[in-house]
């Protein structure tokens, strides 16, 4: 309905017109745009392009598994009848790809309260799940409910133990925002490691992961990006609590430290306890800690380095002591287990290199938790004194205080999700 254009505006200068009737499309002009002025007061504005031409390569990725299809409804009801509106578009789109399906169901869809996830290697699969739905059956690789109104969900990121060769391997592959994410590690950690951190991770036959100077870098790198694609995904942490090494992941994310300096104190803590003796050994006792802690107080070189549960506690220092230790808990009936480990940390053996990490953390620049941190070395939520070169000195040498962290993290969240490359965490 464009009658006459507002004096003050001079446009014949420019290369823009306001068509009048339709038009065929120049190419050559490139961009059109094209307004809607509601009578509520709705503005929206659409500019158009010409399309780029592609080259015609498909960048080969690997394929995906398994596909996940989400469905959410605001009843029961409702979430069944679009379940049985997807059985019946299966069998009349038998050429739609699972993977459109999955994609399109997930990210297109606003997600309600009654929901449902199922996990499928195929379409025939996905229909066999749905109608197992249907009847009420809900078995492997489905998942059904009402959400809670207020989720709180902890992230907990596993310590040092985790490791294999190849760990992320697929992700890597499949995952844009992993991907980037670990890229990004790998760029930093030049600086710091003599050897690429993904040829750490995937070189073929390379045992170089379970080497501490790669072991712990290789370890946070992995937990970081497994964090970011968990929040592209939305997964937002409450809370944070990390295990050993697994607390500079978390406290990366809580924003104590940037990335940098997060792998700088990662490299430096990895490189500094492989130049010490493996003269060391660590135990996991299966006792309380005050009785762990009346047997071990005659020996000097040996401490508690995690108490991981009520009656899940480790031991770490120097072998002999040890050895003398584990005996005296075999004539008491406790059971022990020797943990596969290259040196005794969070012991006394530890303390041979604060000095030389203490000039590496005093050059950090440290920040308040911007979300709740749950500390290993008190075992509460962290204060001020988490952003400080002391707490990280003396995290070296102090026992974990897990099992103190998650009965706080109790009372904060109801979902805790571990991030690391296997469960080892959730099994405490």
Not at 298 to 321: H, T
Request: with cysteine; charged share 20%.
């Amino acid at each position: 309905h464009f009658k006459k254009l507002n004096p003050l505006i001079d446009i014949s200068h420019t290369s823009i017109t306001i068509p009048q009737k339709i038009q065929p499309w120049d190419s050559e002009q490139k961009y059109a745009g094209v307004s809607s002025f509601g009578f509520g007061g709705t503005n929206a504005h659409v500019v158009v392009g010409e399309g780029v031409a592609g080259n015609g390569d498909v960048e080969e990725r690997l394929e995906h598994p398994l596909q996940v299809l989400t469905l959410s409804a605001k009843s029961e009801t409702a979430l069944n009848d679009l379940v049985l509106s997807y059985k019946d578009y299966l069998v009349e789109h038998q050429d739609t790809d699972l993977a459109d399906i999955c994609y399109t169901a997930n990210t297109g869809r606003t997600h309600f309260n009654y929901r449902l996830a199922i996990a499928c290697e195929s379409k025939e699969q996905l229909q066999s799940k749905l109608a197992q739905f249907t009847a009420g059956q809900i078995k492997g690789g489905i998942v059904a409910g009402e959400t809670e109104k207020d989720n709180q969900i902890a992230f907990l990121f596993t310590g040092q133990g985790s490791q294999y060769a190849n760990m992320g391997y697929q992700l890597y592959h499949t995952q844009p925002v992993f991907q980037q994410a670990l890229d990004r590690c790998a760029d930093i950690l030049d600086r710091y490691l003599e050897k690429p951190l993904l040829e750490v991770l995937y070189s073929a036959g390379s045992s170089l992961v379970n080497e501490t100077v790669y072991t712990q870098p290789a370890i946070f790198s992995l937990e970081y990006a497994l964090a970011q694609m968990w929040i592209s995904w939305d997964v937002l942490p409450t809370a944070l609590i990390g295990h050993s090494v697994g607390e500079y992941v978390a406290a990366t994310i809580a924003g104590v430290f940037s990335l940098e300096d997060a792998l700088k104190l990662v490299a430096t803590r990895g490189k500094l306890m492989q130049s010490l003796s493996q003269e060391g050994e660590m135990y996991a006792v299966f006792a309380t800690e005050s009785e762990v802690s009346e047997i071990i107080e005659p020996f000097a070189k040996v401490a508690i380095a995690a108490i991981n549960a009520a009656q899940s506690v480790v031991i770490s220092g120097e072998k002999v002591s040890i050895q003398r230790i584990i005996n005296q808990f075999a004539n008491q009936n406790t059971k022990t287990q020797k943990l596969t480990v290259s040196h005794a940390f969070h012991s006394p053996l530890m303390s041979h290199i604060l000095k030389e990490f203490k000039e590496v953390d005093e050059s950090v620049e440290y920040h308040p938790p911007l979300i709740k941190l749950v500390s290993n070395v008190t075992g509460e939520i962290a204060l001020e004194s988490i952003a400080n070169a002391q707490y990280w000195i003396d995290h070296v040498i102090a026992p974990v205080r897990f099992a103190d962290g998650m009965q706080t993290l109790q009372q904060e969240c109801n979902f805790f999700l571990e991030i690391g490359s296997t469960h080892i965490i959730l099994g405490m």
